[in-house]
């Protein structure tokens, strides 16, 4: 089937609509776009399989992300008070490391070396829409990673092995299902 410039432009705007009519966001829509556009250039310069690259629609490709705002010190400390005493270290480590959730939860006890005060990244959990949470490494090779922990957190994370003593080989953060 030969699909005319016309037609080809309509499916890419029609494939676009209906990502987004089933809930992706416009930044993953535009992510997704720039993927098609690179594969389509590939099929166009480098195999020749195609006369001209349909995604060229101007504004498809572009993506704004609303700032996320970030707790105020004195917002981490309120939240200690409404957190489980066994969630505390969590919280103050997510707040001073710039660890992701998912990184934060899969971290085990051999994961801590407090004497050099570093937590080092080398796995993280996902959790999958039918709720099952599955093990994987960092988001990128560069997610693999030592991490220096401030003073105050090595303390605390100190204090938080003591009360809630585990094998090495355990979660820091067990016992209820951590969920965000």
Known sequence: ?????????QAVRSWRQ????????VMVA?????LLRAV???ALKEDQLIAQNPCRI?????????????ATI????????????????LVLLAAFTGLRWGELVALRYSDLDLERGTVTVSRKFAELQDGRRVTGP??????????????MI??????HLVEFPAERSELVFRGRWVRR
């Open 1 to 9: 089937m030969t699909w005319r410039r016309k037609d080809a432009r």
């Open 18 to 25: 209906q990502l987004l009519c089933e809930g992706c966001s």
């Open 30 to 34: 535009a992510k997704s776009y720039r």
């Open 40 to 42: 389509l250039n590939t």
């Open 58 to 70: 101007r504004g498809y490709d572009k993506e704004t992300s609303t700032e996320r705002s970030v």
């Open 74 to 89: 004195r917002q981490v400390f309120a939240l200690l008070q409404l957190v489980e005493r066994r969630y505390a270290a």
């Open 138 to 151: 960092p988001k990128s090779a560069a997610g693999v990673r030592a991490v220096a922990l401030p003073a």
């Open 154 to 159: 090595v303390d605390i994370m100190k204090a």
